[in-house]
């Protein structure tokens, strides 16, 4: 038998098979590493016996994602990672790592090792690349050192013989280049796996018993990647051999197994390529001694004669084969050899009396014989019907004689069971071995008259004797006089019965009655079962009576009886005694029963609506009475009830209605919400819980009456309100029902009043609202019960929010800032409704920041005659501002900017033109002055050379001379005079705000563009006057970019004057003198 065991396919395992099948990988070429660029064929197979037929499909994986389907079991790929592979019906197989390496140098090692093989490690280079050393390492130590240049191409194998554990281990390899460069390859881990594990000895029983079959198997696991690897077994007991020696089944049968075979096994299975042998433990086996069980039995149990007889000899625990021998013991002790076969039943067809006898069988196999214990065959003859004689003979007997019966069956097998039975009472049971006649003897006593007869049965069948009567003579006893009634008491009317008998006395039985010794009546009883006379009972029927009773062996007279005769109750009568004309909570009342007619003692139970309230008996008959402390729960009906024993009596009903005073009332007030509205109808209800009908209920509010109502049936009274802000507070009621009124709890009432629309109102200190400002908001709803929430918004979001615990408005306070310019509103909410304010709008102005002045020249130089712009412009500010120029702090012009812009001023110019300009602008809330700016003017309109430049030029430098002495006398006047001069030191450009930047717009109208300005240094003594020539070459972008001006290129002339530096310095502004850089 091919060993699929070791391949996992239909593995038999102590008789079962194991689990399905794994598929497995093999590689083509052998190789897990390889260099990147070449390709490695998978082959995944199954081994199903009839795998061919039914694959369909193979699934490949890597990296445990799906990465193809192929209908062949082969795939080649090229990519490092772990793969795995399904076969159709099958589970995945183990992971196989493949590395596709892009190094120089690579140490390939076969997908699997195991024990005993040839294994090759290959040290392998790249193409082109020469090697003069290779050395291979086992955990980082050398192995072996090939020293000879290895060619391209060339490869290095490295041989392991015959693998063991010992070989285990991380290998890899190096290798020294022509440069003496030293290149290293991948590591490979070798791990030496056992090719199959070693084997299991297992047995069909351990214990076997001598004669029978045992099967050895010798279990192991071959490894499923060695698929053409045959597997050999060897079985051994002790030191011997067992069958032809090596064979290719893991399973020895021995078929039949004796004691002498008992002793130690074991196994040996073994590979021929490689050649591994291994050797199971041993496993003992002790072979038990035969314990025959050798037994007759006849079939059927119970024989009959005429019938056939099969004796069966049940045969366990013997070896075969086996024969049957059938053996008769006599009475005699000798015995006879009836029959010999190999058959287990010996047949007798027609049982016959002298059959009878023990039989017994021998089993006998080639080694021994074994013998069965005795069976007794008694063939069985069922009894005649027996037959009962009397002695002495006759039917008459009296009290004390001694008679006998016997009882016998003619034919029958013993032993035979006797009974004796009285009237069917089995009397005594007895067994008959030897005789078939027994007996059974007493004296007699009244009781023993009546039928008798006896049984036979000897298990075949019970067969019964005739009957036969004996009579015994008694006298009468003492007669016992029963009055039956048809109740536990004997009333008027009943039909009585006396009942005379003598329990003991041969009949027939004369009886006499009598009623205080007067005969009544006589009656004879022919068969012992006593008289009876039969009274219809009137009152005087009460007395004592007894009777007599005679056989002909004297009279007898039974104990005296006393017969008492019951009146039945008549109806009762109740009465209710109270102490006034009405029934009132607290009365006592007292109940009355009595009926006037009935023996006594008689009970009286009284009731009040079918519930009892307590019973009192009478032993004379008068009545009887209870008393009541009345409650409201005692108005009703009453009645009462008599009884003697006879039967009971119901009395007429009688009501009692108790009147009962009104208990405190109670108010409620039922509102349609939580809380009560105005607009909301709220009902007051009024009810009394315990009081006699009808209650009269009124309503009051704050002492006054509001409405009274009647409640006839005591359910209470109820009153509506549609509530007003009016309505709120305190409510009671009263109830009367003519015992005296009672006033309910005081409840308040609180009528929450929704809020009205509320207003807003802005409180500031001034007029107009400036950005700095501290204003207060203020909502207010004139109507609405608090607590009230109010909410503040600011174009629709909400701005903060406080709430009025006590009613009124609350506040809330802003500091201006441009932003809160805008439409205001507020909430109110008291949890009734929310109202929203009428929106206001607040405008909030902002004071102007300094202005800045600009003058726009045609020219760097500006020339009599030139038209020069003078523009000022604040950069914050609410508008409308009013904007002024000045030209030596004298007002030239003013002009209204309504949208915030800036204005201009355009001059012609002439020589008077010279000087300081400065401008101011206003919106209400403080002007503000821009910075001087000083212009000169030269009366030529181009330059000349020679002298007359240079008197030109002098008479500039004394113009400038004379101006400068001008402005310190100007800034001298008003700081003597106490006062700042229109452009103080605010002006400062540099000093300024710096949130506020200065823009200096330049015209566009012509190529080179001058542009005036102050340049002062910070805190400084020098004040200079700048020209910028700007080169345009993009007008508008030149005339909006503040940067233009810090241009690098442009033409600056500083004019410079020494200013008298004092202790608060102040700016000095002079006319431009020569222009230098």
């Not at 093999?26 to 390889?34: D, I």
């Not at 007898?556 to 008549?570: E, G, K």
Request: net charge neutral; hydrophobic share 35%; with cysteine.
């Amino acid at each position: 038998m091919l060993l699929w065991v070791s391949l996992l396919v239909l593995a038999p395992v102590s008789g079962q098979f194991a689990t399905e099948p794994k598929s497995v990988i093999f590689l083509h070429s052998p190789w897990t590493t390889v260099f990147q660029g070449e390709n490695v064929t998978l082959t995944c197979k199954i081994f199903h016996l009839d795998a061919s037929e039914k694959i369909k499909w193979y699934r490949w994986y890597l990296l445990e994602k799906t990465q193809s389907e192929t209908s062949g079991n082969t795939h080649e790929v090229h990519e490092s990672g772990d793969y795995r592979c399904q076969a159709q019906d099958s589970p995945l197989s183990n992971r196989v790592g493949l590395l596709f390496s892009p190094a120089n140098l690579i140490l390939q090692a076969p997908l699997d090792v195991f024990e005993e093989e040839s294994v090759i490690l290959r040290c392998r280079a790249k193409a082109n690349t020469v090697l003069k050393t290779i050395k291979l390492y086992k955990n980082e130590k050398v192995l072996e050192d090939h020293t000879v240049e290895i060619p391209v191409g060339m490869l290095t194998d490295f041989h392991i013989h015959q693998a063991s554990l010992k070989d285990n281990g991380k290998y890899h390899c190096t290798g020294v280049k022509e440069d003496d460069q030293l290149v290293s390859s991948n590591s490979v881990k070798i791990e030496v796996q056992e090719l199959f594990p070693r084997p299991v000895l297992k047995a069909s029983s351990t214990q076997p018993t001598e004669g029978g079959a045992v099967t050895l198997t010798c279990e192991t696991q071959l490894s499923p990647q060695r698929p053409d690897v045959q597997l050999q077994f060897h079985f051994f007991r002790d030191r011997r051999s067992l069958g032809s020696g090596w064979g290719s089944s893991p399973e020895f049968w021995i078929h039949t197994i004796w004691r002498e075979n008992s002793g130690s096994y074991w196994c040996q299975a073994q590979s021929m390529n490689p050649s591994v042998q291994k050797q199971s433990q041993r496993l003992q086996i002790q072979v038990k001694k035969v314990v025959p069980d050798i037994r007759i039995y006849p079939r059927p149990e119970l024989v009959f004669e005429g019938q056939e007889l099969v004796l069966i000899c049940s045969v366990n625990g013997v070896p075969g084969p086996i024969t049957v021998s059938w053996y008769r013991k006599f009475k005699l002790r000798t015995e006879r050899k009836l029959h010999t076969s190999s058959k287990t039943e010996f047949k007798i067809p027609v049982v016959q009396n002298s059959h009878d006898g023990e039989y017994y069988c021998v089993a006998s196999n080639s080694r021994s014989s074994f013998r069965s214990d005795p069976v007794t065959i008694n063939v069985k003859v069922p009894v005649s019907q027996p037959v009962l004689t009397l002695s002495p003979p006759g039917t008459w007997t009296f009290v004390g004689d001694e008679v006998s019966f016997d009882c016998e069956a003619q034919r029958g097998s013993l032993p035979i069971w006797y009974q004796f039975f009285h009237e069917g009472v089995l009397l005594m049971k007895i067994e008959a071995t030897l005789w078939r006649t027994m007996s059974y003897r007493f004296f007699l006593t009244e009781e023993h008259s009546g039928n008798y007869y006896c049984a036979a049965d000897n298990g075949l069948g019970l067969q019964s004797s005739e009957t036969l009567r004996l009579s015994v003579t008694i006298p009468v006893s003492r007669p016992i006089l029963t009055l039956r009634t048809p109740g536990a008491q004997a009333v008027v009317g009943d039909m009585v019965e006396l009942h005379c008998k003598a329990w003991r006395g041969s009949p027939p039985i004369l009886y006499q009655f009598y009623h205080e010794d007067a005969s009544l009546e006589s009656s004879s009883s022919p068969s012992g079962k006593g008289a009876s006379f039969n009274l219809l009972l009137t009152a005087e029927h009460s007395g004592n009576y007894f009777c007599e009773a005679n056989n002909g062996q004297g009279f007898q007279r039974s104990n005296t009886v006393s017969l008492s005769v019951r009146v039945p109750v008549s109806q009762p009568v109740l009465t209710l005694r109270a102490p006034g004309a009405q029934a009132v909570v607290g009365d006592m009342v007292e109940l009355h029963c009595e009926a006037w007619r009935g023996s006594p003692p008689i009970l009286y139970q009284f009731y009040h609506e079918d519930a009892s309230l307590e019973s009192s008996s009478s032993p004379s008959g008068k009545g009887a009475s209870f008393n009541l402390l009345l409650t409201a729960e005692h108005s009703g009906n009453y009645f009462c009830e008599a009884n003697n024993g006879q039967g009971f009596q119901r009395s007429n009903t009688v009501s009692l209605s108790v009147r009962v005073p009104v208990s405190q009332p109670v108010l409620t007030l039922r509102a349609p919400g939580a809380q009560a509205v105005v607009g909301d109808m709220v009902e007051l209800h009024c009810e009394a819980w315990r009081g006699s009908p009808p209650i009269l209920y009124q309503f009051y509010h704050e002492d006054a009456s509001l409405e009274s109502s009647s409640s006839p049936s005591g359910k209470g009274a109820s009153f509506n309100l549609l509530l007003t802000a009016e309505h709120s507070g305190n409510y009671f009621c009263e109830a009367n029902n003519g015992q005296g009124f009672q006033r309910s709890n005081t409840v308040s009432l609180s009528v929450r009043v929704p809020v009205s629309q509320p207003v807003l109102t802005l409180r500031a200190s001034r007029a107009q609202t400036v950005v700095g400002d501290m204003i207060e908001l203020h909502c207010e709803a004139q109507r609405g019960s608090p607590p009230i929430l109010y909410q503040f918004y600011h174009k629709d979001v909400a701005v903060g929010n406080s709430s009025a615990p006590l009613g009124g408005g609350a506040s809330f306070n802003l500091s201006l800032t441009t932003n809160h310019s805008g439409n205001y509103s507020c909430k109110a909410d008291n949890g009734l409704g929310v109202q929203q304010s009428e929106v206001m709008l607040l405008s909030v102005i902002v004071p102007v920041s300094r202005p800045i002045l600009t003058l726009r020249a045609p020219r760097a130089q500006a020339v009599v005659g030139d038209v020069v712009e003078l523009h000022c412009e604040a950069q914050r500010g609410s508008p409308p501002i009013l904007y002024q120029f000045y030209h030596k702090n004298v007002t030239l012009e003013s002009s209204m900017s309504h949208y915030g812009q800036g204005v201009s001023l355009n001059l012609s110019l002439t020589a008077n033109h010279s000087g300081t300009y400065s401008c101011e602008a206003d919106n209400g809330l403080g002007p503000q002055c821009s910075e001087a700016v000083t212009l000169s003017i030269t009366g030529l309109t181009e330059s000349r050379s020679g002298p007359v430049a240079t008197g030109v030029t002098g008479g500039l430098l004394s113009m400038m001379g004379l101006a400068a002495i001008a402005l310190l006398f100007y800034c001298w006047l008003p700081r003597k005079a106490g006062r700042k001069p229109t452009f103080d030191s605010s002006r400062n450009q540099s000093a300024s705000d710096p949130q506020e930047p200065t823009y200096h717009n330049v015209p566009s109208w012509i190529e080179l563009q001058p542009v005036y300005s102050n340049v002062n240094p910070n805190r400084g003594d020098v004040v200079y006057s700048e020209v910028r020539t700007v080169k345009v070459e993009n007008k508008q972008a030149a005339a909006s970019d503040p940067k233009l001006l810090k241009n690098t290129d442009s033409c600056v002339i500083y004019s410079q004057v020494k200013g008298a530096y004092t202790a608060a310095p102040k700016p000095q502004l002079l006319a431009a003198s020569t222009p230098h850089r």
